[in-house]
């Protein structure tokens, strides 16, 4: 892979401060623009973005704040309640994630209320969390603490929580991935693991949400494919980034697209998106100092943060 012979970004927003997490809400907005937000040190904006691919009249990317949340230490990780909406009584609701090992839970009206609830439990650094995705009602998140919560409810890890995920539509279903390379399936109501998956040590893991057979991850420099009607073992697997590789997300536009990002390098972190078909990455990014990794709710569009700006690369379906 040839560092030359990456893209720039197909679009970029100018923020006033590095940008250490970027995520769209995978829930509609109820209007035709999506949900953004972004963090960093002690700050969360929430913002619409709309793309010249869904208006014509809009150049590149229309990106409007809705209001900025100050957030007592840097954000490390971010999850969209699917209660956010801005037709009918416009809401914000979303989380995070930050080094006192606490959660936030930050809501607004986008007028005079705003609320931070903060919310104790684990022990040690979180690393991700989401949202229950048909009400909203409940927050899981896993740790290196060696734990999975979702209130009342405390999964005992073998190792630290890397990644969770949460069925879309059948709600006791949870997806946990461990950094010792398990990914476990997990039925809320008994507590117990329903299936698992197996790799060497694994730093992010995600659910393909349009078609839940699919899981992919990342360990070491590869990129790992599991078909879970088939086998605990990947399907595929394939060497991605020189350095070690960071996160893995399916696209939520087309099943068989996702992206990968490398650990941020001493000039550049590398975006790639690849196509299940290929063997080689359909597209290659490049990013000063890049972090987090999102893709859009429709397009085959995905953001990473950067210094004072966020990045999109539009691809190929």
Known sequence: MQEDSSRSPSYTVACEDYVHVVEFSPFTS????SLLAYGGNQYVVVGTCLFQEEDVEIEGVEFNVLRAFHHELRVDALAWSPESRLDRIPT???CTAAADRKLRLLTSDLQDRHEVKVMEGHTSYINHLVFEPTEGKQIASVSDDHTCRSKPTVLRLRSPG???CWHPEEVFKLMVAEKKGTIR????VTQQAILSLDCGTLISADWCLTNTIKVGAVAGNDWLIWDITRSSYPQEKRPAHIDKARLFKWSRANENLFATTGCPGK????????HLGHPQPVMIGSAPVGSGLSWHRTLPLCA????RKLCFWMTEM
């Not at 109820?30 to 623009?33: E, I, K, Q, V, Y």
């Open 30 to 33: 109820g209007t035709p623009a």
């Open 267 to 274: 000039i550049s972190s590398q975006l790639f998106i690849h």
């Open 185 to 188: 399936f997990y039925d809320l």
């Open 162 to 164: 890397m990644s969770v």
């Open 304 to 307: 990473v943060g950067g210094d």
């Open 92 to 94: 914000i609701r979303l």
